[in-house]
């Protein structure tokens, strides 16, 4: 009786990690690769290994209010940038897609195009390529 007690004292104790936990690790591989900064580079400003990194990202590990604050320091944005309620934190939930090596590429090459027209016709040829493949 005592050992059934004891163990579900400690699965209530524990925190698993949850949906909170996924997207804030999301947001903070989104910043890191933006600012082209490796698991491992990262880990090393913040004193951790590439793996730990990794969980953090993974929403596996629980990420800290001293852990988060060190890593909003090593990617140069503040704390807030990693939640909803400012302006930061929706635009980085509609970029949340941009998950991608590929998909940053795209954006960046877009963005080096000065020329409007030029912009709206490739945003033109995109959908009507996306329209034909569903």
Do not use: C, H, W
């Not at 699965?11 to 082209?36: N, W």
């Not at 491992?40 to 209010?65: D, I, M, P, T, W």
């Not at 940053?104 to 493949?133: F, G, H, P």
Request: no cysteine; proline share 1%.
């Amino acid at each position: 009786m005592k050992t059934e007690m004891k163990a579900a004292a400690k699965r209530m104790k524990q925190r698993s990690a949850g949906k909170p936990d996924i997207e804030l690790g999301k947001r903070i591989r989104l910043r890191r690769v933006e600012m082209k900064i490796s698991q491992a580079e990262l880990g090393e400003k913040l004193g951790v290994s590439f793996q730990q990194v990794q969980k953090y990202e993974k929403g596996v590990n629980r990420v800290g209010a001293a852990r988060l604050q060190q890593i909003a320091s090593a990617l140069d944005v503040p704390v807030t940038f990693f939640y909803d309620g400012d302006n930061k934190a929706r635009e980085v939930e509609s970029l949340l897609f941009l998950d991608s090596a590929f998909s940053l590429r795209l954006l960046r090459a877009y963005s080096k195009i000065k020329d409007q027209t030029v912009q709206r016709q490739l945003v033109s040829l995109m959908e009507s390529i996306a329209a034909n493949e569903s």
